[in-house]
């Protein structure tokens, strides 16, 4: 799964990470790394490449993946209005 992180701060990120511990990863990365090793040994994933626009991580798992849509959509908090 694809999920936006934009307005997320660091202490924000932690909590969802542990609220998702041992029932996935999601992996944050700089979008040209993530693409290049995605071109180099994971060539299923391609069709992702123009997806991975913007501040965005990638979540894994063997699991349910809607209970981890569902814990995530639990951590989501309005934007601050500025």
Same mark, same amino acid.
């Given at each position: ?47 992702? #490449? ?20 569902? #814990? ?11």
């Amino acid at each position: 799964m694809i999920v936006g992180a934009d307005n997320v701060g660091s202490s924000h990120m932690q909590k969802i990470r542990a609220s998702i511990r041992g029932k996935g990863i999601l992996l944050m990365g700089k979008n040209t790394m993530v693409r290049r090793v995605i071109r180099a040994e994971y060539k299923k994933f391609e069709p992702l #490449i123009p997806q991975l626009e913007g501040n965005v991580g990638l979540l894994f798992t063997d699991g349910d993946l809607a209970e981890l849509k569902d #814990i995530i959509l639990e951590q989501k908090v309005p934007a601050a209005a500025k």
